[in-house]
Nanobody, 129 residues
Framework: QLQLVESGGGLVQPGGSLRLSCAASGFTLEYDYYAIGWFRQAPGKEREGVSCISSSGAGTKYADSVKGRFTISRETAKNTVYLQMNSLKPEDTAVYYC????????????????????WGQGTQVTVSS
């Protein structure tokens, strides 16, 4: 059974950093073909795509609002995808979700939540002084 578990959220001051983890089970990043996406949803707002990484790990994508501040990566030995978030702003406050979808695209990954089939439970990130 495919499962995604997010962790690493918390309360951080503006300008601070957090690293979110998305631990996958039921498939392997190294040998199976799954793209992973990070999404977030703030209160009263629609869910938005933050970043994604292709099934090969060679392709990544970022929302304009996080470019230069967030970095997505994966560690196949731990079957985990990370989202390093630096220079955090109050507007980054949201519940962050990771999601997975089967994909044979080596470079491409989708930033649309409708493209993803499996979702984690989410982790809260709050940026506040």
């Amino acid at each position: 059974q495919l499962q995604l578990v997010e962790s690493g959220g918390g309360l951080v001051q503006p300008g601070g950093s957090l690293r979110l983890s998305c631990a996958a089970s039921g498939f392997t990043l190294e040998y199976d073909y799954y793209a992973i996406g990070w999404f977030r949803q703030a209160p009263g707002k629609e869910r938005e795509g933050v970043s994604c990484i292709s099934s090969s790990g060679a392709g990544t994508k970022y929302a304009d609002s996080v470019k230069g501040r967030f970095t997505i990566s994966r560690e196949t030995a731990k079957n985990t995808v990370y989202l390093q978030m630096n220079s955090l702003k109050p507007e980054d406050t949201a519940v962050y979700y990771c999601a997975a979808t089967p994909s044979r695209h080596v470079i491409y990954c989708s930033a649309e939540d409708t493209a993803y089939d499996y979702w984690g439970q989410g982790t809260q990130v709050t940026v506040s002084s």
